[in-house]
């Protein structure tokens, strides 16, 4: 019973001494302004904010950073037009056509509609660069109609399965193009104003 007893109490000494310890690099983070913490979460949130974050980061880690460029409320911005053109659309069809494929998509809140009009400007041109996909953008009423289609027949599968949502994720450009509207380099700018 003794034995009992003791291993109880070094159990529970133990667990004291790793909390405090947990406890106390926690303190000595945060009044360091260090955010690591040992055991710490490691997303920030939801994906606007943890790529925000990844900014800022970077930017505080840069010291040739130009703060008077600064813009993070336009990424902010931006990041919204993505959320909405994600979430906020309905796919009404999708449909294989010759050497590619046809979509018809329409916003289901008013703000997803501004957004699907900001993103349209500049993405089929950016796809085209990327890709050498032809991309066309037709508004129907409320309604937008996109046709993507490639000269090259072994695209025309990665096109269809991709479907819109795809279409609109797919290439590199997506990373250099925010660090560009956060840092006021980029070359859609007024699109985010």
């Not at 906020?88 to 294989?96: F, G, H, K, P, R």
């Amino acid at each position: 019973m003794k034995l009992k007893i003791y291993c109880c109490l070094a159990l529970i000494i133990s667990s004291n001494a790793v909390f405090s310890e947990n406890q106390q690099q926690t303190k000595m983070n945060l009044h360091g302004h260090k955010m690591q913490v040992k055991g710490s979460l490691s997303e920030a949130g939801n994906d606007a904010f943890g790529t925000v974050q990844e900014v800022i980061v970077q930017l505080n880690n840069n010291p040739n950073t130009d703060w008077k460029k600064v813009n993070i409320e336009a990424l902010r911005r931006h990041l919204l037009d993505m959320n909405d053109m994600t979430v906020n659309v309905e796919v009404i069809s999708q449909e294989n056509i010759p050497n590619g494929l046809k979509a018809i998509i329409k916003a289901t809140t008013k703000r997803a509609a501004l957004a699907l009009e900001r993103v349209f400007k500049a993405h089929p041109a950016q796809l085209q660069r990327e890709t050498g996909w032809k991309m066309t953008v037709q508004k129907q009423g409320n309604q937008y109609v996109l046709t993507i289609v490639s000269e090259n027949s072994q695209d025309i599968d990665k096109i269809r399965g991709l479907g819109y949502i795809g279409l609109m994720a797919y290439g590199n450009h997506h990373q250099p193009h925010h660090w560009g509207i956060a840092t006021g380099s980029n070359p859609h700018a007024g699109h985010h104003k």
